[in-house]
């Protein structure tokens, strides 16, 4: 079970404690337009999803940790452990489905196709402190395109629009990559080549 004492709701800050985690916010899915949660059916509610990684070297205990988006109410409450450099995705339905037991209001991860915040936050003691946040606009948020981090959990927020391409000019531009979730955000990397030191001086000859 989620945290009991998971707030209802954050308060406006403007601006909010930061607390350090390993566990970051990865890729985001705010529009979709197919059967992303592989229920047989298509829901913009149930198919919009998340996702998180843990970006440190061993297990993450996720209890206290939860996402919302930009209004700020708790949406999903992580439980259990999360391994070394693994990757949990959460859809809309896990979101309403929760949001229904444990009497919040049950509206899914509710990400604005207009543009929204997803803010993951963790619950220290008597502090709710924000650990990670992301702020998309409506090019970002187009039919099965998502954002997310490349390399995971530590770099730069790029597109993923392979399914529905972006051409515009607004940052981030498209790349023509996939949406990955529950997997590591691999675009356009060029494979590096590493020779034996006998191999280079050949090259010279």
């Known amino acids: 079970m989620p945290p009991a004492h998971a707030p209802a709701h954050l308060p406006a800050l403007a601006t909010p404690a930061c607390a350090q985690s390993s566990l970051k916010l990865n890729e985001i899915l705010p529009g979709p337009a197919r059967d992303w949660d592989g229920s047989g059916t298509f829901s913009s509610r149930d198919d919009e999803w998340i996702e998180v990684v843990n970006t440190g070297s061993s297990p993450l205990t996720l209890d206290g940790f939860f996402v919302t988006d930009g209004d700020s109410i708790p949406r999903y409450a992580f439980t259990g452990t999360l391994a070394a450099g693994a990757f949990l995705r959460v859809t809309g339905k896990e979101s309403f489905d929760w949001e229904q037991a444990t009497g919040h209001p049950a509206f899914g991860l509710s990400l604005g196709n207009s543009g929204d915040s997803v803010m993951l936050w ?70 590096t080549a590493h020779p034996t030191w006998g191999a280079l001086k050949l090259l010279f000859r």
């Open 122 to 191: 963790q619950i220290v003691g008597a502090d709710t402190m924000r650990v990670d946040s992301y702020t998309f606009t409506s090019h970002e948020a187009a039919a099965d395109r998502s954002i997310g981090r490349s390399p995971d959990g530590t770099g730069p927020w790029i597109l993923f629009d392979g399914l529905d391409p972006y051409t515009g000019s607004i940052a981030p531009k498209g790349t023509g990559c996939a949406p990955t979730p529950g997997a590591a955000n691999v675009c356009n990397l060029t494979p």
